[in-house]
């Protein structure tokens, strides 16, 4: 009740012209929304529709093999085209370790922390114990937003500044 006054509030802030613009774009994002989903659900398993921190509308899909787990994300902004927008790439070291090998996509935008949100869901319902991951040379441009985007996402982070390089390790709580 108290999101839907905040909601109504911030809307009366808003002039008819706006008014009608957001109604249009949420209009336009609905209608692509539904025709992704026919064409990503042919390939892909739909496991969520969410909306950015920018109130913009993503379906979120996977692919898990047993040996690799490939959490994916697409925009409703845009149609599909055969590709992710955004993913998070990860394999099973054991029974109880997912290694994140690779995190693909335009930052900043929410989608990491989508991806994070869904990986960790995953993992519970498969029993997995532990989320571990790398922190490369490649990656040492944008150390601080990575360790900041973990931390964030409950992992524990260690850096070894001299050789540049670090890991990862979430021990989710279930």
């Known amino acids: 009740?108290?999101?839907?006054?905040k909601l109504?509030?911030?809307?009366?802030k808003k002039n008819p012209e706006e008014l009608e613009q957001n109604l249009e774009d949420l209009e336009f994002q609905v209608f692509r929304m539904q025709?992704?989903?026919?064409?990503?659900?042919k390939k892909w398993q739909i496991i969520g529709i969410e909306q950015t921190k920018e109130e913009k509308w993503v379906i979120v899909s996977i692919?898990?093999?047993?040996?690799?787990?490939?959490?994916?994300?697409?925009?409703?902004?845009?149609a599909y085209r055969g590709v992710w927008d955004f993913s998070i790439q990860a394999k099973y070291e054991n029974n109880s370790t997912?290694?994140?090998?690779d995190i693909k996509g335009e930052e900043n935008?929410?989608?990491?922390?989508?991806?994070?949100?869904?990986?960790?869901e995953h993992a519970?319902?498969?029993?997995v114990q532990y989320i571990k991951g790398d922190i490369?040379?490649?990656?040492?441009?944008?150390?601080?937003?990575?360790?900041?985007?973990?931390?964030?996402?409950?992992?524990?982070?260690?850096v070894d500044y001299e050789k540049r390089s670090g890991s990862i390790v979430c021990q989710p709580h279930w």
Do not use: P
């Open 98 to 101: 997912i290694f994140i090998g």
């Open 35 to 41: 025709e992704n989903v026919k064409e990503i659900a």
């Open 63 to 78: 692919v898990d093999d047993g040996q690799v787990c490939k959490i994916m994300l697409n925009d409703c902004e845009s």
């Open 109 to 120: 935008k929410g989608y990491g922390s989508i991806c994070m949100d869904y990986l960790k």
């Open 124 to 127: 519970k319902d498969q029993n």
């Open 136 to 158: 490369a040379k490649r990656d040492w441009d944008h150390l601080d937003r990575l360790i900041h985007f973990y931390e964030k996402h409950d992992f524990d982070v260690r």
């Open 8 to 12: 109504g509030a911030e809307e009366e």
């Open 1 to 5: 009740m108290v999101l839907l006054t």
